[in-house]
DNA sequence: TTGAAAGTTCTCCAAAAGTTCTCTATATTG
DNA sequence: CAATATAGAGAACTTTTGGAGAACTTTCAA
């Protein structure tokens, strides 16, 4: 189990390596993350290598790596014919003939919430679907994210940041207008992985 | 049994772990059930612990931890945490905690298909989706089928029977015009029975 | 080769969280 | 009425977490 700050700097190193390729120094961190002293985000990454959470490569700067946990699985597949397009046969996928449902969503630290109303349809996700949300403290700008405003009232809507620091929440639905709040009323509690729905 | 305090302090710890992820302190469960006092609020914990309601895993803070009730079925479940609507917080579905990704999507003679192009945007499928289709030589007027057109096309649109026998295709696009055929020129190959989509 | 940047190892500190007490009050029950 | 269970406040304490920074070594590029 993760401390706060444990996982908030472990979400920036993530953060920083998917944005820039190689992970982050131990300044980079604390900017990420606010705080100043080497020594202690030192002690913190260390803790997370401890815990298994992070691997270090010896490579000297910047040789944080993550640990990449695969999921194993064989039931929950379905045939993956291809692709289909408008006016064209149904094309093959070279080298996939199987497709793992429980791959596609399954992971870390992830639940599902069923939407209610109309917030984002324009990024197809209409009422009624389901999506699969990853528990985060942190997320990238224009990612879309489920934030809690003032500790009361939870929302899915896309994240931006705003030069002055203030946080911006975008409803995918042209009738709507985005909201602008301080960062701090704002508390990002997951991180949109994935979204489904059923026709039948 | 429990007294209605030590309830209500068990669900105000339930609710927090799975809207935060992690499990609150004795002052957040104090807020959430109107108690003041640290040493009131970890007597009752103390005694939700002894009597096996709860388990602590002695990470420190937060060191609350759930009794697991049953083990896991099977693979491919995730937790299904409840509702979101914009401006409420998430809303527990009672009755659902678990929800099996395979089920949601299995079926006898299914199949899946990547999505090329835009013709389904307004139905919520987006270029670069997936989507499950059921096998199937008829289906219904309005359902969103997978169509052979006189063998050569295949295409995925929304499929009305017209009064004079004839069969029309609809893109949900409001840039692109549905199409009129002969009955005997369409076959259906499948009719929609899932849609999916990654957002990593 | 050399110096700035990065990482490491420490010590110290403060705030937050948990623990252990005692004290009080209000029902309920034998 | 006395005994008991429940509910609550809060003081005093310990532990954990979060944070700063000095002093040092290592890495790497100019």
Chains 1, 2 share one sequence.
Not at 48 to 66: E, Y
Not at 146 to 163: C, F, H, P, Q, S
Request: net charge negative.
């Amino acid at each position: 189990m993760l401390t706060e700050l444990e996982q908030r700097i472990l979400d920036a190193i993530k953060l920083h390596i998917s944005q820039q390729g190689r992970s982050p120094t131990l300044v980079e961190i604390g900017r990420a993350v606010g705080v100043a002293s080497k020594g202690t985000l030192h002690r913190y990454v260390q803790g997370l290598i401890d815990k298994g959470q992070l691997v270090r490569n010896h490579a000297g700067w910047r040789g944080l790596q993550l640990v990449e946990e695969e999921i194993d699985d064989e039931s929950g597949s379905l045939p993956l014919l291809g692709q289909i397009a408008a006016g064209l046969p149904i094309e093959a996928i070279p080298g996939h003939d199987k497709f793992n449902l429980a791959n596609f969503f399954m992971g870390p630290d992830r639940f599902i919430l069923k939407v209610v109303g109309d917030s984002m349809v324009d990024a197809g996700i209409l009422d009624g679907d389901m999506v699969v949300i990853r528990h985060a403290q942190q997320a990238y700008s224009g990612e879309i994210v489920v934030a809690l405003i003032d500790g009361e009232e939870a929302t899915l809507k896309r994240l931006k940041y705003m030069n002055d620091g203030r946080v911006k929440l975008i409803p995918e639905n042209s009738t709507m207008q985005p909201f602008v709040y301080a960062a701090q009323r704002v508390r990002i509690q997951g991180v949109l992985v994935g979204q489904m729905r059923s026709y039948l």
